[in-house]
């Protein structure tokens, strides 16, 4: 027993250090990635449920590692943070995707997530009107999509930000609506232009009463607020059914394809003559 009980601790350990090793090379190779063009915008279509059209694009981050192959942000983004280099990889990315949008149908949006930490520089706003500029690109096809978890701490300097990027024309989204702790609260601390209601409410509409109940509750609380709101997660007919009987939304989800890159959205939009 001894015996078994010392092996199982050199066990650990290793797994301990082959972790450890694992989160070093993924540190390095963010770092050495950003400017080497690793990261890269794909781009998730959203959808006017009423005319089936696509009304934008909502940006989506990926990682083409040379050993990992693609990566998704939900492992690369908590690292971008912790390391602090989530800034520079996201203006790389917003520039990149600017620079693509500004070919499309200007009648299309761009989407983009940013992160809780990016709200507290002071100058966030002028860093994003800067690549506005930089690519001619009109900053009302511009929405930034930001969490509840970015309203936290110091709210004082989110306002700021959020006034500025307004004043400007930029639109700003709740992410994940519903989620949250407080999501009612939030809807009085930043004039938002739109919610987006959370995948995990979305996705369970057609099988489960009580989220059928909640997106409708949401929805008639978007009409009452004249918040337009977009349903994310829709994976099915039968869920876009429902959500179409309940107003005029906005959707985005697999039933209409997965994100993409930009060479797949510029074919999809060449073909529908809005490019
Ligand atoms: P999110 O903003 O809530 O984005 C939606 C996520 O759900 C995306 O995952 C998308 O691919 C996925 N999704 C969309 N439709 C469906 C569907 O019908 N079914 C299912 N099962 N999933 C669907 P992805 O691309 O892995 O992104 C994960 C999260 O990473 C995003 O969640 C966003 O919070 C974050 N993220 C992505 N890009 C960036 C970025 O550039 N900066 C920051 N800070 N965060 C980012
Ligand atoms: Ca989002
Ligand atoms: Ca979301
Ligand atoms: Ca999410």
Redesign the pocket.
């Known amino acids: 027993a001894k015996k078994q009980g010392k092996n199982r601790y050199f066990w650990f350990e290793e797994a301990m250090e082959s972790e450890l090793r694992f989160r070093s090379e993924l540190e390095t190779g963010i770092r050495r990635g950003i400017p080497r063009g690793e990261f890269v915008p794909f781009y998730e279509q959203q959808i006017d449920l009423d005319t089936g059209e696509i009304a934008g694009f909502e940006m989506l981050a990926r990682w083409q590692s040379p050993t990992l192959g693609l990566v998704g942000p939900d492992v690369f983004i908590p690292v971008a943070e912790d390391i602090g280099v989530i800034a520079e990889l996201s203006e790389n990315l917003i520039d990149q995707a600017l620079a693509h949008a500004r070919d499309w149908d200007p009648a299309l949006s761009l989407s983009v997530n940013i992160s809780p930490i990016q709200l507290r520089d002071p100058w966030f706003a002028q860093k994003i009107l800067k690549l506005l500029v930089k690519h001619n690109f009109p900053p009302n096809r511009l929405d930034i999509e930001i969490t509840e978890s970015c309203l936290h701490d110091n709210i004082g300097v989110v306002r700021s930000i959020i006034t500025s990027l307004k004043n400007q024309g930029v639109t700003i989204s709740l992410?994940?609506f519903g989620t949250g702790f407080s999501s009612l609260a939030q809807l009085r601390t930043l004039p938002f232009d739109r919610l987006k209601i959370?995948?995990s409410f979305v996705s369970e509409l057609a099988t489960e009463e009580h989220s059928d109940k909640l997106v409708r509750a949401i929805v008639s609380l978007g009409d009452g607020l004249d918040l337009p709101i977009t349903a994310e997660g829709i994976e099915d007919t039968a869920i876009l059914d429902k959500l179409r009987s309940m107003g005029r939304l906005k959707g985005q989800g697999y039933f209409y394809g997965r994100p993409e890159s930009i060479a797949e959205v510029r074919a999809r939009l060449s073909a529908a003559g809005k490019l």
């Open positions: 992410d994940d959370d995948r």
